[in-house]
């Protein structure tokens, strides 16, 4: 007699082997993990060999008669990404053959490796051992009266196990998809046309739609930056979701074809990867921004919460008449998410060529300020040049739209950085974290703005707190590791930037950081080759900064040559050279140029209260009497003590 046989837990076709119980595919000795609709999918398929499996089959057995989805986008992304896995095509299948319009085949055998015992019944798993029955009449003496309600028991006692996995897994489900979604990851939209020349247009849609979500206060919406790691990567979403640290995902396509678009989004969540969510949306190509929005709307309202900041529809501010401007607004925040010089002077070209062709959108105006801070910030233009022209386009941006945070938060950095407008600033900034509650920027700026205004604790933790919106940014990283310097806790501004250089060993900022908190531990010789590391990309700001340490570790020549080097430049701080003069103890040298500094208005002088390199100025009246016509606050002498 044949022993019985359980439901094969292994299968192995071709050169794959899946366990069915563990999701786990193994192939050539390896493992991985493939859940969710592939996997579910990929097990129908196993269970017909050969056979044909409708699509309309699937999507019975995949997607509950309750589930609103958009059932053919998600069908077929779950077979891609089941492709994917088996590193097969549509084209040249070797596993999955599609039948156009009607479902897929499994081209390959389904076999079992080895057959495996059957498990005990219940009744023998639990009943001790009892002695070798008698026979009477050539049966058992274990009566069948007795075996059936045994069986019965044990059948029953199986389905109520059934029954309450059943109910654990909905009510799990209902949890989540109601309230149970604290924090999400936007994926950056799969642009369907594969035109590297069109990536500004599906990244600017993700971006607009990170923004529109970041307007919703009770959720952490994971920041641009981060979410744009996964640019073409393919993960699974469980693993995402916990590099991330977030609930769920969205993800979807963008299609442009001519004068129309098409998007469509997935909401799931992230950890059990379970659709929640679907839908497609088209339109003209003059809509495309107010499709992003309205997917946003709809997404916020799966999750059930509610926008903080209560903005006018967002189709009343983001509808383009004219489809050229758009594409050169959306260029422009394509090239302004870079950073660099030349892509700053290319977003400006187009912001402004947007705006010459349809002067009233908001967004873009806000992007020119946004990028035109950026500019002064780094001292690639002058205050002058940089922060007027910022201020303006901040002002033209709130009189369209008066909860752009973005231009909020432009404005802010206008009042702190060039104006002095303290309060102002303030003022802003918390109107900018209103609008924008996960604004990386906002908070990055407003934590710069409490230090120096004296309040270090408070501004480690916004940006501590900007982290966890921006977990994967070096930018984010190396910005704790400022405040951590301003906040004079050297030691750990070292170990949080080293984390960036051991990532991107070509992170300009963070060197720049690591070679001024080695100057205040005296360990000049790393800090001067930190800082030399960064010249290419800083510039002026770099040799300023190699001629103060210089200076400090009594290498007068060297101090003096990296003066040199700055008077070669078209246009220098003069509070580069200030810092220089400050720490070869020339104090009449170095009030000169403070003063000019202070006549163009540097924004370095901001940040004069945390400044380390003017320590030795503080006593002097001039220091005070130069901070008080900024509108300082006066410092804690104590807290403000050099490190040794």
């Not at 495996?116 to 050539?138: Q, W, Y």
């Not at 990170?210 to 640019?231: E, F, N, P």
Request: aromatic content about 8%; some cysteine; proline content about 6%.
């Amino acid at each position: 007699m044949a022993v019985p046989t359980e439901p094969a837990k292994k299968l192995r076709f071709g050169e794959f082997e899946v366990d069915l119980h563990t999701a786990e595919l193994r192939r050539n000795g390896h493992n991985f993990i493939l859940q969710g609709q592939p996997f579910q999918v990929l097990t129908i398929l196993l269970e017909r060999p050969g056979e044909l499996v409708t699509r309309e089959e699937l999507k019975n057995k995949l997607w509950p008669a309750n589930t609103f989805v958009d059932f053919d986008h998600s069908l077929n992304k779950a077979v891609n990404r089941l492709r994917e896995a088996l590193q097969d095509s549509a084209e040249q299948p070797r596993y999955i053959q599609t039948i156009a319009r009607r479902g897929y085949r499994l081209i390959v055998p389904a076999e079992c490796p080895e057959p495996v015992p059957a498990l005990s019944t219940p009744e023998t798993a639990i009943a001790p051992p009892v002695p070798a029955p008698t026979t009477v009449s050539g049966r058992t003496g274990l009566s069948k009266a007795r075996r059936k309600p045994a069986a019965l028991i044990a059948f029953m006692s199986i389905l109520v196990l059934a029954a309450l996995i059943v109910l654990r897994q909905y009510g799990r489900w209902t949890s989540n998809a109601t309230g149970g979604i604290h924090s999400l990851a936007v994926l950056p939209l799969e642009d369907l046309s594969h035109d590297p020349s069109q990536d500004y247009f599906a990244d600017g849609m993700t971006d607009a739609m990170i923004t529109d979500l970041g307007k919703v206060g009770a959720l952490r919406v994971i920041s641009r930056t981060s979410a744009m790691q996964y640019k073409g990567v393919h993960k699974p979403l469980p693993q995402i979701a916990r590099e991330l640290d977030v609930d769920a995902v969205v993800e979807g396509t963008v299609l442009r074809s001519g004068d129309r678009v098409r998007v469509t989004a997935q909401l799931i969540d992230a950890r059990a990867d379970k659709h929640l969510w679907a839908q497609s949306y088209e339109g003209d190509i003059r809509q495309t921004l107010t499709l992003q929005s309205e997917v946003a709307d709809d997404i916020a309202s799966q999750i059930r919460v509610k926008l903080t900041a209560q903005p006018q529809p967002s189709t009343s501010r983001i509808q383009f008449r004219n489809p050229e401007a758009q594409d050169d607004y959306l260029r422009g925040h394509y090239f302004a998410q870079k950073g660099t010089f030349q892509n700053l002077q290319k977003a400006v070209t187009c912001f402004n060529q947007a705006i010459e062709k349809e002067p009233g959108q908001a967004l873009v105006y806000a992007g020119l300020a946004s990028s035109y801070v950026t500019l002064g910030h780094i001292l690639y233009l002058s205050p002058q040049q940089a922060f007027p022209s910022a201020k303006t386009a901040a002002l033209h941006a709130l009189a369209l739209d008066t909860t752009s945070a973005e231009a909020h938060a432009a404005l802010a950095d206008v009042k702190f950085l060039y104006d002095w407008d303290f309060p102002g600033a303030e003022k802003e900034f918390r109107t900018a974290l209103q609008f924008g509650p996960n604004s990386v920027r906002a908070q990055s700026d407003y934590a710069g703005f409490l230090n120096a205004m004296g309040h270090p604790q408070e501004a480690v933790a916004r940006v501590q707190q900007a982290l966890q919106i921006d977990p994967l940014s070096l930018a984010a990283i190396t910005e704790v590791a400022w405040q951590l310097y301003w906040a004079r806790r050297y030691d750990e501004a070292i170990a949080q930037a080293h984390k960036v250089t051991e990532i991107d060993p070509d992170y300009y900022p963070a060197h720049v950081c690591l070679g001024l908190a080695y100057e205040q531990r005296h360990e000049f010789a790393l800090s001067i080759a930190e800082l030399k590391s960064a010249t290419g990309f800083c510039r002026d700001k770099c040799f300023g900064l190699i001629g103060q340490v210089s200076a400090l570790s009594g290498d007068r020549p060297g101090a003096l040559e990296a003066l040199s080097q700055l008077q070669r430049r078209t246009y220098v701080s003069p509070w580069l050279v200030a810092i220089v003069y400050a720490e070869l103890g020339d104090k009449e040298l170095a009030f000169h140029w403070l003063e000019k500094a202070y006549e163009g208005r540097e924004h370095d002088l901001a940040y004069s209260n945390v400044w380390p390199m003017f320590d030795a100025l503080r006593p002097d009246l001039r220091f005070k009497d130069l901070m008080h016509r900024i509108g300082l606050p006066e410092t804690n002498q104590s807290a403000l003590a050099p490190a040794m």
